[in-house]
Nanobody, 120 residues
Framework: QVQLVESGGGLVQAGGSLRLSCAASESTFRPTSMGWYRQAPGNQRELVAIIPNSGDTRYADSVKGRFTISRDNAKNTVYLQMNSLKPEDTAVYYC??????????????WGQGTQVIVSS
């Protein structure tokens, strides 16, 4: 079993920045990709950014040019640098990591979520 431990959420004014981190607890787990999703009240969970092993990052149109996703594979950690935050970025942000263990078993894991609130 893998735990994804998130940190870095909080309250920020519009135009400010936050950096989210997500670390996988199990070193034998090899993610095929790592990503960030978010869910605002009353809305479905949506993809924010994803970075597969190829490094070919993908972003939601609403965050392109403002958010940057990166990975530290040695630490099994993914980051989300969020700049020029807007009130509409307010949501619970979830880390996601599908991948394989040494015995080739597969798992798809989610973090517990971290709240981001952007005030106007």
């Amino acid at each position: 079993q893998v735990q994804l431990v998130e940190s870095g959420g909080g309250l920020v004014q519009a135009g400010g920045s936050l950096r989210l981190s997500c670390a996988a607890s199990e070193s034998t787990f090899r993610p095929t990709s790592m990503g960030w999703y978010r869910q605002a009240p009353g809305n479905q969970r949506e993809l924010v950014a994803i970075i597969p092993n190829s490094g070919d990052t993908r972003y939601a149109d609403s965050v392109k040019g403002r958010f940057t996703i990166s990975r530290d594979n040695a630490k099994n950690t993914v980051y989300l640098q969020m700049n020029s935050l807007k009130p509409e970025d307010t949501a619970v942000y979830y880390c996601n990591a599908p991948g394989y263990f040494a015995d080739y078993s597969f798992g798809n894991y989610w973090g517990q979520g971290t709240q981001v609130i952007v005030s106007s």
